[in-house]
T-cell receptor
């Protein structure tokens, strides 16, 4: 079945540590996105990529980094510079980069700082 | 700057009731609007996508309408069931951008 797979489902990070969240899609979609969700707030865009080897900052990119070396994969690294990383992280994809069509989401990764 | 608001934030209804969820947005120059469902601790499931040129979309017991001029969309759920209990999110994309702006959602509970 086609879809988006995020791993791990739960992740714990120590202070000062970098962690990487995985996002893989087999939908052959060109565009991929990372969102952050906090209680009582809407989803906020961290980074997005319209094509391989290219990505742009979203609204809250500080303390995060991404790469897009393959069409299927868009990993997100939460660096030690992100001061409040505890949140639910969602990866999404859309078929084309030139317009927003129907978005598909993964099941999310819950990151907790310990 | 586009802002999306969903009212009410939470709603409880008895099983079988028809209900309407509201979504409003401040900039009418949207490309499309999408309604999602989110179960606790899960990702988002797409329910309906309405292109800017459309007025409504239907899928089973769900009907979504769009009125761009007034900056509003409604999601109508007919004959609600306990399995409909979830958070419902709306999101809009604006022409020339590559991202959705999300509302904070309506948390629905359907009582058996």
């Amino acid at each position: 079945d086609g879809g988006i797979t995020q791993s791990p489902k739960y992740l714990f990070r120590k202070e000062g540590q970098n962690v990487t969240l995985s996002c893989e899609q087999n939908l052959n979609h060109d565009a991929m996105y990372w969102y952050r969700q906090d209680p009582g707030q809407g989803l906020r865009l961290i980074y997005y990529s319209q094509i391989v080897n290219d990505f742009q900052k979203g609204d809250i990119a500080e303390g995060y980094s991404v790469s897009r070396e393959k069409k299927e994969s868009f990993p997100l690294t939460v660096t030690s510079a992100q001061k409040n990383p505890t949140a639910f992280y969602l990866c999404a994809s859309t078929p084309r980069p030139d317009s927003i069509t129907e978005a598909f989401f993964g099941q999310g990764t819950r990151l907790t700082v310990v | 700057k586009q802002e999306v608001t969903q009212i009410p934030a939470a709603l409880s209804v008895p099983e079988g009731e028809n209900l309407v969820l509201n979504c409003s947005f401040t900039d009418s120059a949207i490309y499309n609007l999408q309604w999602f469902r989110q179960d606790p601790g899960k990702g988002l499931t797409s329910l309906l996508l309405i292109q800017s040129s459309q007025r409504e979309q239907t899928s089973g017991r769900l009907n979504a309408s769009l009125d761009k001029s007034s900056g509003r969309s409604t999601l109508y759920i007919a004959a609600s069931q306990p399995g409909d209990s979830a958070t419902y999110l709306c999101a809009v994309s604006s022409s020339g951008t590559y991202k959705y702006i999300f509302g904070t959602g309506t948390r629905l509970k359907v009582l058996a």
